[in-house]
């Protein structure tokens, strides 16, 4: 199985500031996700990082808000821009084991931000 | 636009009976997962299903895939309280199989 580490594991944050997550994976992956779980709620993909191109975003998320950086195959980083404390939520990057299709789709621990 | 749905959202049960949870999806997709969450973890991966018909079980749990109705059910057999948790289906976009959606999960609570 793949192994996902993200930093930090949680952080508190101010209003209007900006927090980068970084996540590391044990292997080569051609593609990276980044999801949002707000509290108490399900997940929901921000953007597919890939290496190489720009980020692509889901419906709802602008790269202002999220930018998103992939310099190589087992790394990845999103910011969260000017934050206000509706942005409080685990984000979570994800990778498949493999990169090939149909592969399980790992999960890292995730960073929990809380913004005041 | 992809959507899916799962029910129910809570689910309260003795220990030893059996249950199903159902999820539904509303677009072709040839992928889905179930995962497993803890309160204050990240999500572990129970099952991946590729075809319509598939089946996999581990342990208690078991899950099926059926495409032509667009349907999956993750059934516990004789659950036991460390099956406690919040499970969620997830399906891979057709476009994309790796870009998943979620529903919206359902929080298990298996008592003694």
């Known amino acids: 199985s793949a192994v996902i580490s993200q930093k930090p594991s949680r952080d508190i944050c101010q209003r209007g500031t900006s927090l980068t997550i970084q996540c590391q994976v044990d292997?080569?992956?051609?593609?990276m996700f980044w999801y949002r779980q707000q509290p108490g709620q399900s997940l929901t993909l921000i953007a597919t990082?890939?290496?190489?191109?720009?980020?692509?975003?889901e419906s709802g998320f602008v790269i202002d808000k999220f930018p998103i950086s992939r310099p190589n195959l087992t790394f990845s980083t999103l910011t969260v821009s000017n934050m206000s404390p509706e942005d409080s939520s685990i984000y979570l990057c994800?990778?498949?084991?493999?990169?090939?299709?149909?592969?399980?789709?790992?999960f890292g621990p995730g960073t929990r931000l809380t913004v005041l | 636009e992809l959507k899916v749905e799962q029910n129910p959202l809570f689910l309260s049960m003795q220990e030893g009976k059996n249950y199903t949870i159902y999820c539904n999806y509303s677009?072709?997709?040839?992928?889905l997962y179930w995962y497993r969450q803890d309160p204050g973890k990240s999500l572990e991966s129970l099952f991946v299903?590729?075809?319509?018909?598939a089946v996999k079980q581990e342990g208690r749990l078991m899950a099926s895939l059926d495409t032509k109705a667009r349907l999956s059910t993750l059934h516990i057999t004789a659950a036991v309280h460390d099956l406690s948790a919040t499970y969620f289906c997830?399906?891979?976009?057709?476009?994309?199989?790796?870009?998943?959606?979620f529903g919206e999960g359902t929080q298990l609570t298996v008592n003694p």
């Open positions: 990082a890939n290496q190489g191109s720009e980020a692509t975003y």
């Open positions: 292997s080569q992956v051609t593609m």
């Open positions: 994800s990778a498949p084991r493999s990169g090939g299709f149909g592969d399980t789709q790992y």
């Open positions: 299903l590729l075809s319509n018909g």
């Open positions: 997830a399906v891979g976009h057709q476009t994309s199989g790796s870009r998943l959606t």
């Open positions: 677009t072709t997709s040839d992928r």
